[in-house]
């Protein structure tokens, strides 16, 4: 971080300066807004999640799911990943937001182009034919993704979460409607498809429109070298955690079968981490930029949200490991029984993502954006072995090693985390002791109940 990043912040009053009147009611309001928007984000997914996991087997979300990671490794090439480098900036100009602005767009267009021309390629490749008619679709989420980085960066800097929210209520509703409209039609596999590039088209709208915001020519190749080493370093953390390299090579290894189980799997634990850690992440990560020089309210906030973040998904992972086996069949149909230990592995490995998501804010937003990169490259990467290692036993012995490899890495980060802002473990242990023995004695009385 230079010293005109930390000395000569955007002057308040300015339209990309960071919100400073009253931070403490507008994280209140901030964390309310963010509640209702990945609220309602997670109650539109989780409806067409579970009609389409009924009308769907698991080679077809397979097929879905190994399509939509081609598509998310072609976009770790875009740089949306610039816009986290925009909330972190203090001294934001136009050159910034004008640079990433067409930075982002040229090459979401050149990855768009890309995946159409080798389509045809891929799905010789994977042996899914599907690939062929998916790809040219799916991949034109890329260009409205990348539209929508710069405005959506602004209004997440300005704390403006009340737009966020209408933004998910108008683009996840009209994604959600498409998708059951098209599901009762009888193309339930397009469905999942079209209705993921009209939720992205229509977020990109929304955000042009709240954001107050439009694209000018100011580009500056310099500008650019001022987000450079915040902005990498964000893009290569993207790179390791979007780029889906586990569905690839489990699709290819495995099957389209086993990835949609796989998928299936992922899908709902994306949807509760979103509800959970998800909640707290946007407000987390703008009070943290705006607190770099103010250690000790900075250490009472990342105290505070860890146990609130704890008191949220500690429960809901853990209530989840004891129903599972019943709620799974029941809810979503017999055909994903094989998934529940999938599910309950991943469920560990969101207790822990509660508090991951305060400890990468914390981390990259105090100037270490570079340690939380090669932390997530470990914690990625090191799924690959793993699969390649335990394919031929099956699913679930690949997903024990991953939930084993997680406790062995995620305690590096807490005290990582810890040093910053100078408390003991102790103190840490103390904040999350409430929440994890409410978690353990609910699951326990959960499991207890005869249905469970």
Not at 223 to 249: H, K, P, S
Not at 390 to 402: E, R, S
Request: overall charge positive; some cysteine.
């Amino acid at each position: 971080m230079t010293a005109s990043n930390t000395l000569r912040p955007t002057p308040a009053g300015h339209e990309f300066a960071y919100h400073t009147a009253n931070r403490a009611r507008a994280s209140v309001m901030g964390l309310l807004w963010s509640f209702l928007n990945v609220g309602l984000s997670v109650l539109l997914t989780a409806g067409v999640f579970l009609v389409t996991s009924r009308v769907l087997s698991p080679a077809e979300f397979g097929a879905v799911a190994l399509a939509a990671a081609t598509v998310s490794l072609a976009g770790t090439l875009v740089p949306v990943a610039f816009g986290e480098a925009l909330i972190q900036r203090a001294d934001l100009s136009r050159r910034h937001t004008d640079s990433v602005f067409w930075l982002t767009l040229l090459l979401a267009g050149a990855a768009m182009l890309l995946l159409w021309w080798m389509a045809p390629l891929i799905a010789r490749w994977t042996g899914e034919p599907l690939m062929t008619a998916i790809l040219p679709v799916l991949s034109l989420r890329l260009i409205f993704d990348a539209g929508m980085t710069v405005p959506a960066a602004l209004v997440q800097r300005r704390m403006q979460f009340r737009h966020i929210a209408l933004r998910t209520a108008l683009a996840n509703g009209l994604g959600a409607v498409l998708c059951i409209w098209m599901i009762v039609q009888g193309y339930a596999l397009w469905a999942l498809v079209i209705s993921q590039v009209v939720t992205s088209l229509a977020a990109c709208l929304v955000t042009l429109a709240v954001a107050r915001w439009r694209p000018g020519v100011a580009v500056s190749r310099a500008a650019l070298g001022e987000l450079r080493v915040f902005g990498l370093y964000a893009m290569g953390g993207r790179i390791v955690t979007e780029a889906r390299l586990d569905q690839l090579l489990m699709g290819v290894l495995l099957g389209p079968a086993t990835l949609g189980l796989y998928y299936f799997a992922r899908r709902l634990f994306r949807m509760l981490c979103d509800l959970t850690s998800g909640v707290f992440a946007p407000v987390t990560n703008v009070l943290i930029a705006s607190l770099q020089t103010q250690t000790d309210q900075r250490r009472d906030y990342y105290l505070a949200a860890c146990f609130a973040s704890a008191s949220l998904a500690f429960p809901v992972f853990a209530g989840l490991i004891a129903i599972a086996p019943t709620a799974i069949p029941f809810l979503f149909g017999e055909q994903w029984t094989e998934a529940i230990f999938a599910v309950q592995c991943l469920s560990i490995v969101g207790m822990m993502a509660g508090l991951g998501i305060m400890q990468s804010g914390l981390i990259r937003y105090l100037g270490h954006p570079g340690w939380w990169f090669w932390y997530q490259a470990a914690m990625q990467v090191s799924t690959l072995p793993l699969i390649l290692i335990f394919y031929p036993l099956g699913l679930n012995a690949i997903m024990a090693a991953i939930v084993l490899r997680t406790l062995c890495l995620w305690p590096v980060s807490v005290i990582k985390a810890q040093g910053l802002i100078g408390i003991t473990m102790g103190t840490y242990l103390r904040s999350l002791a409430a929440p994890g023995i409410a978690a353990l004695v609910m699951a326990l009385a959960v499991s207890a109940v005869p249905w469970a």
